[in-house]
T-cell receptor, first 109, second 116 residues
Framework: GENVEQHPSTLSVQEGDSAVIKCTYS??????FPWYKQELGKGPQLIID?????GEKKDQRIAVTLNKTAKHFSLHITETQPEDSAVYFC????????FGTGTSLTVIP | GAVVSQHPSWVICKSGTSVKIECRSL??????MFWYRQFPKQSLMLMAT?????????EQGVEKDKFLINHASLTLSTLTVTSAHPEDSSFYIC????????????FGPGTRLTVT
């Protein structure tokens, strides 16, 4: 089955700096890669996603890159703000849906 | 985007009682719904997959007689925790998948279950 690894598990950045979270996957059949933001006591919220036919996607301060050959994809948050503090999960989906282990991001004001 | 609701958002029950959690897709039809369990500071763990009108498929290690799942319509799935024990206390999250498959999966806000 699929194995999705996510790094780092915790990340602290100063407000205004960039944050990068990386994920790797193992199943070549995975073709959809969403990223979720989960705030304390809430369900995951989709923030951005990318499909296998695209190498990069951007939405304001958030961007995702995908390297299918190397089987890794990354989330980039620029100009971080305190409200970006949350747990972020990557996922890889093909026939099934697999979550990464999560990254706790803290943006220090 | 699509909206998935869960009810209740939190529940406290006594050991030995049963608790039902509802998951609804509010603005789209969900052919498949998923139930996850999440422990503090951990990722989501898939418990079972339910397809409308058929029996749920449980992940290895999940007791199907303890976690009863019913997916009676394209907009509603329920998870019943039977004879709950303190170790069942957790955050339960559902997701609903639309007809486009995994690319159309939306998560509910979660239900915090505490068994005393």
């Amino acid at each position: 089955g699929e194995n999705v690894e996510q790094h780092p598990s915790t990340l602290s950045v100063q407000e205004g700096d960039s944050a990068v979270i990386k994920c790797t996957y193992s199943d070549s059949a995975s073709n959809y890669f969403p990223w979720y933001k989960q705030e304390l006591g809430k369900g995951p919220q989709l923030i951005i996603d990318i499909r296998s036919n695209v190498g990069e996607k951007k939405d304001q301060r958030i961007a995702v890159t995908l390297n299918k050959t190397a089987k890794h994809f990354s989330l980039h948050i620029t100009e971080t703000q305190p409200e970006d503090s949350a747990v972020y999960f990557c996922a890889a989906a093909g026939n099934q849906f697999y979550f990464g282990t999560g990254t706790s991001l803290t943006v220090i004001p | 985007g699509a909206v998935v609701s869960q009810h209740p958002s939190w529940v406290i029950c006594k050991s030995g009682t049963s608790v039902k959690i509802e998951c609804r897709s509010l603005d789209f039809q969900a052919t498949t719904m998923f139930w996850y369990r999440q422990f503090p500071k951990q990722s989501l763990m898939l418990m079972a997959t339910s397809n409308e009108g058929s029996k749920a498929t449980y992940e290895q290690g999940v007791e199907k007689d303890k976690f009863l799942i019913n997916h009676a319509s394209l907009t509603l799935s329920t998870l019943t925790v039977t004879s709950a024990h303190p170790e069942d206390s957790s955050f339960y999250i559902c997701s609903a998948e639309g007809r486009q498959g995994a690319s159309e999966q939306y998560f509910g806000p979660g239900t915090r279950l505490t068994v005393t």
